[in-house]
C-alpha cells in the first residue's frame, strides 16, 4: 500500500464536502414536513441547511488553491531548476 500525501487545497475540499453533506441532509430534513403537511421544525434547523452552500463555497476555494498550487511551482523547486540550468 502507498501512502498518498494531501496537496494543497485537498483537506478544503473535503472539508467543504462534508459540510455539503450535512447541509443537504439539514436541506432534506427542513423540506421533508412542509411537503408531509406536519408541523414545521424550529428556526434552528433551517440554518443547518445553509451549511450546504457554505460547504460549496469551502470546497470550491479548496479546488482554486489546488490548481493555483499547480500553476505556480514552490519557490524551493524554481530555485532547484534554475540552478541545474545554470551548471549545465
Do not use: N, W
Not at 11 to 40: E, H, Q, W
Not at 75 to 85: C, I, K, L
Request: hydrophobic fraction near 50%.
Amino acid at each position: 500500500m502507498s501512502k498518498q500525501t494531501m496537496g494543497p487545497g485537498d483537506l478544503l475540499v473535503r472539508v467543504g464536502a462534508i459540510l455539503f453533506l450535512v447541509g443537504a441532509v439539514g436541506t432534506l430534513a427542513t423540506v421533508a414536513p412542509l411537503l408531509l403537511g406536519t408541523s414545521r421544525l424550529p428556526t434552528p434547523a433551517y440554518f443547518v441547511s445553509m451549511l450546504m452552500g457554505v460547504g460549496l463555497a469551502v470546497a470550491l476555494c479548496g479546488l482554486l488553491k489546488a490548481a493555483l498550487a499547480q500553476r505556480h511551482p514552490a519557490h524551493g523547486q524554481e530555485d532547484a531548476a534554475g540552478r541545474a540550468a545554470v551548471e549545465r
